[in-house]
């Protein structure tokens, strides 16, 4: 009898170790994964000596791109290769990496800007973040030659401190080509010189068929681009955009314009619903922003110093002080074949239905 209770005691006193066993084993898992979640949500840039990449980066066999280490290791992988996007890519383990700074810029300034091609394939690059000093700012700082293709970043914070060029794609684009790409979030200057939701600068390079509906804040600030000196073509913007000479689609414009349009919203300082300060020629475009501001504003453009030929606003224009234009706020320029739509309400000196103030030419325009 004695020996069948010391057995039942034993066999009860096993069965409760394996029950505090089992518990205890429960509660470390739990706390792994805990601390598991905690790591992922700090991650770390990637160590660019473990990334690989499908490919050889030649024409017929680009390098494989289907995550953000491998993004980010374009710099080290080689900036004058060939790169294919395989996937879309999230990028929001950005905004923690290099403490707080973000995403290292694609391509340096000089002679270490991105020279290959990068074919996005229409996925996107979602939530990345960039928050730096620096000359150039944008998923790509500095591109000097090559093709940028089908590219989208989605919901991208983008924050340049005192740069020359903040892009939601490009910074500083030299000779570069941007074709059939796309921009959503917000791209700041802190007080710098060109920032644009697709390109900050554009030096001789060629955007064409591309289109944003981001935030875009700064100087020489565009919905599309920043400051325009090559050819942007068959594109949109629909962002917002604030700033100093700011425009709907481009900031400053001293190349060409043409075949495009605008359809956001602007306030700032020499302001026009598709250009702010135009010096190079602009055709066949429009604008149907309507603008409240304070002066220098334009339905079409802030200040004209170039040519504007075929072109129109349908937005309203309303400013308190100034000069303002239903197409034109002040115009040293050449205007022909375009037309204003728009209301034009404002207590300025300088205001007119077609331009605001006329030192050019003026022709078969009403």
């Given at each position: 009898?004695?020996?069948?209770i010391?057995e039942?005691r034993y066999?009860?006193l096993?069965?409760?170790?394996k029950?505090?066993?089992?518990l205890?084993v429960?509660?470390?898992?739990i706390?792994?994964?805990?601390?598991?979640?905690?790591?992922?949500?700090?991650?770390?840039?990637p160590?660019?000596?473990?990334?690989?990449?499908?490919?050889?980066g030649?024409?017929?066999n680009?390098?494989e791109?289907?995550n953000?280490?491998?993004?980010?290791?374009?710099?080290e992988q080689?900036?004058d290769?060939?790169?294919?996007?395989i996937?879309?890519?999230d990028?929001s383990?950005t905004?923690?990496?290099?403490?707080g700074?973000?995403?290292?810029?694609?391509g340096?300034?000089?002679?270490?800007g991105?020279?290959g091609s990068?074919?996005?394939?229409?996925y996107?690059?979602?939530?990345?973040?960039?928050?730096?000093?620096?000359?150039y700012?944008?998923?790509?700082?500095?591109?000097?030659?090559?093709?940028?293709t089908?590219v989208g970043?989605?919901?991208?914070?983008?924050t340049?401190?005192?740069?020359?060029s903040?892009?939601?794609?490009?910074?500083f684009?030299?000779?570069g080509?941007?074709?059939?790409?796309?921009?959503?979030?917000s791209?700041?200057?802190?007080?710098?010189?060109?920032?644009?939701?697709i390109?900050?600068?554009n030096r001789?390079?060629?955007?064409?068929n591309?289109?944003?509906?981001?935030?875009?804040n700064?100087?020489?600030?565009?919905?599309?681009?920043?400051s325009?000196g090559?050819t942007?073509?068959?594109?949109?913007?629909?962002?917002s955009?604030?700033?100093?000479?700011?425009?709907?689609?481009?900031?400053?414009?001293?190349?060409t314009v043409?075949?495009?349009y605008?359809a956001g919203?602007v306030?700032g300082e020499?302001?026009?619903?598709?250009?702010g300060?135009n010096f190079?020629?602009?055709?066949?475009?429009?604008?149907?922003?309507?603008?409240e501001d304070?002066?220098?504003?334009?339905?079409?453009v802030?200040?004209?110093?170039?040519?504007?030929?075929?072109?129109?606003?349908?937005?309203s224009?309303?400013?308190s002080?100034?000069?303002a234009?239903?197409?034109?706020g002040?115009?040293?320029?050449t205007?022909?074949?375009?037309y204003?739509?728009?209301s034009v309400?404002a207590s300025g000196?300088h205001?007119?239905?077609?331009?605001?103030?006329?030192?050019?030419?003026?022709?078969?325009?009403?």
């Amino acid at each position: 009898m004695a020996s069948n209770i010391s057995e039942r005691r034993y066999t009860v006193l096993r069965m409760t170790r394996k029950r505090i066993f089992a518990l205890t084993v429960a509660v470390v898992g739990i706390l792994f994964l805990m601390t598991g979640v905690g790591t992922v949500a700090a991650q770390s840039a990637p160590d660019c000596s473990n990334v690989t990449y499908p490919g050889d980066g030649t024409e017929t066999n680009p390098y494989e791109v289907g995550n953000v280490d491998q993004l980010q290791c374009i710099n080290e992988q080689g900036l004058d290769a060939n790169y294919i996007v395989i996937s879309d890519i999230d990028a929001s383990e950005t905004s923690s990496w290099n403490g707080g700074n973000g995403f290292d810029p694609i391509g340096q300034p000089g002679l270490l800007g991105f020279t290959g091609s990068f074919d996005g394939q229409g996925y996107n690059i979602t939530d990345l973040t960039i928050n730096r000093n620096g000359i150039y700012i944008g998923l790509f700082g500095s591109f000097l030659r090559g093709n940028i293709t089908d590219v989208g970043v989605v919901d991208a914070d983008i924050t340049g401190s005192s740069p020359s060029s903040v892009g939601g794609i490009v910074g500083f684009n030299h000779r570069g080509t941007v074709i059939d790409s796309h921009m959503s979030g917000s791209v700041t200057g802190d007080s710098p010189v060109n920032v644009g939701g697709i390109v900050g600068e554009n030096r001789q390079g060629t955007i064409i068929n591309s289109h944003t509906s981001g935030i875009v804040n700064g100087s020489n600030a565009g919905s599309l681009v920043g400051s325009n000196g090559g050819t942007v073509r068959d594109s949109y913007a629909a962002g917002s955009v604030n700033g100093e000479t700011v425009g709907g689609l481009v900031g400053s414009n001293d190349g060409t314009v043409r075949d495009s349009y605008a359809a956001g919203s602007v306030n700032g300082e020499t302001v026009g619903g598709l250009v702010g300060s135009n010096f190079g020629t602009i055709s066949k475009s429009y604008a149907t922003i309507s603008i409240e501001d304070n002066g220098g504003v334009g339905g079409l453009v802030g200040f004209n110093g170039g040519t504007v030929i075929e072109s129109d606003a349908t937005g309203s224009v309303d400013s308190s002080d100034g000069t303002a234009g239903g197409l034109v706020g002040s115009n040293s320029g050449t205007v022909r074949d375009s037309y204003a739509a728009g209301s034009v309400n404002a207590s300025g000196l300088h205001t007119g239905g077609l331009s605001g103030s006329n030192n050019g030419e003026i022709n078969a325009s009403y």
